[in-house]
């Protein structure tokens, strides 16, 4: 592990890093913002995880209906993911451009909605259903090789809103339409993934409702980065 002693990193950046393990002692942190996978986090000798997620909870019911067993309370989660999204949609139409936009070297509006493309034709399509089929073309997949721009994604597209959007309504009504029939049974059982090189190779052996959960996850977590950055836009243009 890298030791860094007495380093002034005053304003460091750390983007997608695993950070697994690291012992920050005797620091100075202020201001500091830390977003991503966080288990575990002991601060001055105080496991607050628990208390992060419990304010989470508290703020984003929906992520109890992710986390539920049961179908009625998955089934309304997707509802209420897909109608905080048809809200941001028509907050982003209000201000046409702005879903082109980025901070922080972040995806824009249209960009995150073109990586839940991607995540419902892997995730869903191939994980729950076991399709083999191509991936829509405008989605926008994990930057790691060779699946960046693998089984079907054309990264030279640039769809506009409305063609995004007309996508992302199709796989909803999929989705939903496949929540009202599914079992407990099915939920259960392991993960039809395709014995092929497609993304994600990390899904095999896991359970349909493992797979349903990445989805109904991402679909949470991307709409709050959404609505993060859009609100970072629109305060720096009241300036």
């Known amino acids: 592990m890298t030791r860094y002693v007495e380093e002034d990193l005053h304003g460091a950046e750390f983007r997608e890093c695993d950070l697994t393990g690291a012992r920050l002692i005797g620091v100075v942190m202020q201001d500091a913002?830390?977003?991503?996978?966080?288990?575990?986090?002991?601060?001055?000798?105080?496991?607050?995880?628990?208390?992060?997620?419990?304010?989470?909870?508290?703020r984003h019911p929906v992520r109890v209906l992710i986390r539920s067993e049961d179908i009625a309370d998955l089934r309304e989660a997707s509802r209420q993911l897909h109608s905080a999204w048809a809200v941001t949609i028509e907050r982003i139409r209000r201000t046409p451009g702005i879903e082109r936009r980025s901070v922080h070297e972040e995806w824009s509006a249209v960009q995150t909605m073109r990586h839940l493309v991607f995540v419902h034709d892997s995730w869903f399509r191939r994980c729950c259903l076991g399709s083999t089929e191509l991936f829509t073309p405008m989605g926008i997949g994990t930057t790691v090789e060779p699946y960046r721009e693998a089984h079907g994604l054309d990264l030279s597209l640039d769809p506009t809103l409305d063609e995004i959007v007309s996508v992302r309504t199709a796989q909803t009504a999929e989705l939903e339409a496949w929540l009202d029939e599914v079992t407990t049974v099915q939920l259960a059982a392991r993960a039809p993934v395709p014995d092929d090189d497609v993304w994600p190779p990390y899904a095999r052996g896991r359970t349909v409702r493992q797979c349903l959960g990445t989805v109904l996850n991402e679909t949470f977590e991307h709409h709050g980065f959404c609505v993060r950055d859009l609100d970072l836009i629109e305060a720096r243009d009241a300036e």
């Open 33 to 58: 913002v830390i977003d991503g996978l966080i288990t575990n986090l002991v601060v001055n000798g105080v496991d607050v995880t628990e208390y992060v997620e419990a304010e989470l909870d508290r």
